[in-house]
Structures are given as C-alpha cells and as structure tokens.
C-alpha cells in the first residue's frame, strides 16, 4: 500500500489527499475570525417561483457556518413564500417564468458592491431572460463568485466568460465539468468510467489552463483545484452537494482566507458544521 501510495504522489506531485481526521491545511480552521464583523459579506442569489429551499437551507448554513453577514436576493414573486427567520432579504423583478428579470440586474449590481463574496445557489429556473441577466452580472462583478447547482447550467453559453474569470469557484457535478470541458473545446475527454488519477490530471491542467477553481465529486471523493494543484477528500455524502450545502460552507470558508482558494475549499469539507 505504501508503495503505492508513493508512485501515485510521485507521478502527481500536485496532489495531495486529506481525510476527515487528518485535514491538509488545519490553519485555516484555526484562523477562523472570532468576531462576525471580521467573517466577511456573503451575498446569496437564486430561487424562482417553484423553488426556494435551497436558497432559504444556504442562507441557514451560512450563518451556522460563521459567516459574517448574510444577503439574499430572490425573485418579487416569492415576497409572500419566504419564512420569517429568513430577514436579510432583498428582492429584484421577476420574469413571467418565475426568475429574476432583466430589471433585477440593478439588485444583483447593489448586492455584488456590498458582499465579499457572491453564491449563485440555483434555483434561478431555465428562463433566458435570467441566463442573460447573470452573464451580465458576472461580466461587470470582480469580486470572489462561487457558483453552484443549476446555476451552472442557467450560464452554460457563457462558459469562455466563467473559465476565463479569476476569483471564481464551481462546485460542479461530473456530468456539468464535462460539458464544460466540451464548450470550450478544452482537448481532454471526461468519461464517467474514468480513473480517479485520470480526473485528477486533467483538471490540474485545466486549472493551469485557466484561472477559474474547481470543486468535483466523482467516484466517492471530492476534487478540488486551483492554480494546478489538487486537493482529493473522501465524500459519502453527495446529497449534501446537490442540495448546495457543501458549496455554501465552501463559500463561507473562503470569505475568511480570500487569497487562499484551494485550503480554504479543501478545509470546509472535513468542517464539523452541520450534523
């Protein structure tokens, strides 16, 4: 086994693997801001008509995660929907589908000046009037963006516009980093029968490749990546990761360590926060 384990981190010196009891970089977790006003500004996007629970379970999260401030901004549609624990809420227009619409975009404007850091949960619906409106926003916004669930999907024909953008995390399915790969006719085949070592190599070069950061769940275990280097923790959990919880700690994380994408990430994944 130790020989193995050798060969595998001599051909991959970039990867290092951490588990639950043996975190790679517990410096961060031990940095974590004691007092709120120094835990950063998350401001969460997302939700349409039919949906919102991801949004309102995120918003919990974060709070429990320790994050300084937390924002919402939903779609009007939902001003009757929402609970009132849930009371940092702002509200943009929305789209006959339910989502946020073009008018929002002032909101999204307002809510990015003020975070440290924006979380697109999903939720937001397949309406092209909002895909729009969040290739609009992520074009003008310049501060730390993470994006998750169906929100990576709604910016699907802005792909060159995500991998090319510094500061951005995607906790990504498989099936999402694929099509990814393919929009940008990035020339590496990801198939779902694929070696772990495989998956690892190819995105320590897309990371090279591009600036974006990357956090995929594939055969039991999370990735993550950034600048080239690769981080790989054991995950039976993925519903956590649909459910867009494991993209929030992620996100609150990272508020605290903003220059440290890649410890930050791989720490909120052994972070004992939620039961």
Same mark, same amino acid.
């Given at each position: 086994?130790?020989?193995?384990?050798?060969?595998?981190?001599?051909?991959?010196?970039?990867?290092?693997?951490?588990?639950?009891?043996?975190?790679?970089?517990?410096?961060?977790?031990?940095?974590?801001?004691?007092?709120?006003?120094?835990?950063?500004?998350?401001?969460?996007?997302?939700?349409?008509?039919?949906?919102?629970?991801?949004?309102?379970?995120?918003?919990?999260?974060?709070?429990?995660?320790?994050?300084?401030?937390?924002?919402?901004?939903?779609?009007?549609?939902?001003?009757?929907?929402?609970?009132?624990?849930?009371?940092?809420?702002?509200?943009?227009?929305?789209?006959?589908?339910?989502?946020?619409?073009?008018?929002?975009?002032?909101?999204?404007?307002?809510?990015?000046?003020?975070?440290?850091?924006?979380?697109?949960?999903?939720?937001?619906?397949?309406?092209?009037?909002?895909?729009?409106?969040?290739?609009?926003?992520?074009?003008?916004?310049?501060?730390?963006?993470?994006?998750?669930?169906? $929100?990576?999907?709604?910016?699907?024909? #802005?792909? @060159?516009?995500?991998?090319?953008?510094?500061? /951005?995390? %995607? =906790? +990504?399915?498989?099936?999402?980093?694929?099509?990814?790969?393919?929009?940008?006719?990035?020339?590496?085949?990801?198939?779902?029968?694929?070696?772990?070592?495989?998956?690892?190599?190819?995105?320590?070069?897309?990371?090279?490749?591009?600036?974006?950061?990357?956090?995929?769940?594939?055969?039991?275990?999370?990735?993550?990546?950034?600048?080239?280097?690769?981080?790989?923790?054991?995950?039976?959990?993925?519903?956590?990761?649909?459910?867009?919880?494991?993209?929030?700690? $992620?996100?609150?994380?990272?508020?605290? #360590?903003? @220059?440290?994408?890649?410890?930050?990430?791989? /720490?909120? %994944? =052994? +972070?004992?926060?939620?039961?």
């Amino acid at each position: 086994m130790s020989l193995c384990y050798n060969s595998v981190m001599n051909e991959h010196p970039y990867w290092q693997k951490q588990t639950a009891d043996k975190p790679l970089y517990p410096d961060i977790e031990w940095s974590k801001p004691q007092q709120l006003s120094k835990s950063g500004k998350l401001g969460i996007i997302g939700g349409n008509k039919l949906s919102f629970i991801s949004v309102a379970e995120s918003y919990n999260t974060a709070i429990s995660t320790g994050a300084g401030e937390v924002r919402i901004l939903l779609p009007d549609v939902l001003k009757k929907s929402i609970p009132t624990t849930m009371t940092e809420v702002i509200f943009g227009s929305s789209n006959p589908s339910g989502g946020l619409a073009k008018d929002a975009l002032t909101e999204m404007k307002a809510i990015g000046e003020w975070a440290t850091e924006i979380l697109l949960i999903g939720d937001a619906g397949r309406n092209s009037e909002t895909a729009i409106i969040y290739e609009n926003f992520i074009q003008d916004y310049k501060g730390a963006l993470t994006i998750t669930r169906d $929100a990576i999907d709604l910016l699907k024909n #802005s792909s @060159q516009l995500l991998v090319d953008r510094p500061n /951005t995390l %995607l =906790v +990504a399915s498989f099936s999402q980093l694929q099509k990814l790969f393919q929009s940008v006719y990035y020339p590496k085949v990801l198939t779902f029968s694929m070696q772990l070592s495989n998956l690892v190599e190819a995105i320590h070069k897309f990371t090279i490749t591009y600036p974006i950061s990357i956090t995929v769940f594939h055969q039991n275990t999370l990735l993550v990546s950034s600048s080239g280097e690769v981080t790989s923790t054991p995950f039976d959990q993925p519903m956590k990761i649909w459910r867009g919880e494991t993209a929030t700690i $992620a996100a609150t994380y990272w508020l605290w #360590s903003p @220059q440290k994408t890649l410890e930050s990430v791989t /720490t909120s %994944l =052994v +972070a004992k926060i939620m039961p």
